[in-house]
């Protein structure tokens, strides 16, 4: 008698819930969700706006809501990343940067190869692909450093990067194009294109260069 009478509870039970859960407000509307955590997420979304009500990406309502605005920790570094570049972009964080080391390496020659490239698309459209500021826009923008002069090849790596990172008079930043690595790979690389004290440049001349970059010589050459 027990049992009929708890299988006539529960079966009364379960027909409820479904009554429940199978009502809907309108003909466009599902039923009641029985179990909204499960239904939903309740985790914070990459591109989902804020709840207004408890986060803020003001810091200025930090005292009334929780500050999050997606950005990493200070200090993260990603994998593969170099150590970030803490020196400031005023004039002694510049004079600073003459202490600062390359932290690579001198290049391999399959590094040597993809580092030419990278000069050749972000900077040799003002230097030039021997870096003797006879790019294609020299003429247009001007005071283009030729960085095979005498104060370039005494300039510190780190003044070289600092600039790289920063930027420096008409140059602007190339933080958001290269990585730190790309960057110091690329001071590596001014300096096989700068002259030794006999006068020659160093091993850069021995890569073969593409027919790419063999034309940009060439009208560079003339534009010159």
């Given amino acids: 008698m027990k049992k009929i009478n708890i299988l006539t509870v529960l ?19 599902p039923g009641k969700i029985y179990m909204p955590d499960m239904a939903y997420s309740r985790a914070l979304e990459t591109y989902s706006q804020l709840n207004d009500t408890v986060f803020t990406d003001n810091v200025a309502h930090a005292g009334h809501e929780i500050f999050y605005n ?45 580092t030419g490239r990278l000069f050749n698309i972000n900077c040799a459209i003002c230097h030039g692909a021997s870096g003797v500021a ?6 247009k923008i001007g005071a283009i450093a030729n960085l095979t002069a005498p104060q370039y090849v005494a300039m510190a790596d780190g003044t070289m ?34 002259p030794k004290a006999d006068g020659n440049s160093t091993e850069v001349t021995t890569v073969k260069k593409d027919s790419a970059v063999k034309k940009m010589d060439s009208v560079n050459t003339k534009k010159g």
């Fill in 134 to 139: 006879n790019g294609p826009l020299s003429t």
């Fill in 161 to 194: 990067y600092h600039s790289i990172n920063y930027g420096k008079n008409n140059m602007g930043s190339y933080a958001s194009q290269l990585s730190r690595k790309q960057r110091w790979m690329i001071v590596h690389y001014i300096r096989t294109l700068q």
């Fill in 11 to 29: 079966a009364f039970t379960i027909t409820g819930v479904a009554l429940i859960t199978g009502c809907v407000d309108s003909k466009r509307q």
């Fill in 70 to 114: 997606r950005r990493p920790v200070d200090g993260t570094i990603a994998v593969g990343e170099l150590f970030a570049y803490t020196l400031p972009n005023d004039s002694n964080g510049y004079k600073l940067s003459a202490e600062i080391k390359n932290p690579l390496p001198s290049l391999t020659k399959q590094e040597l190869a993809e």
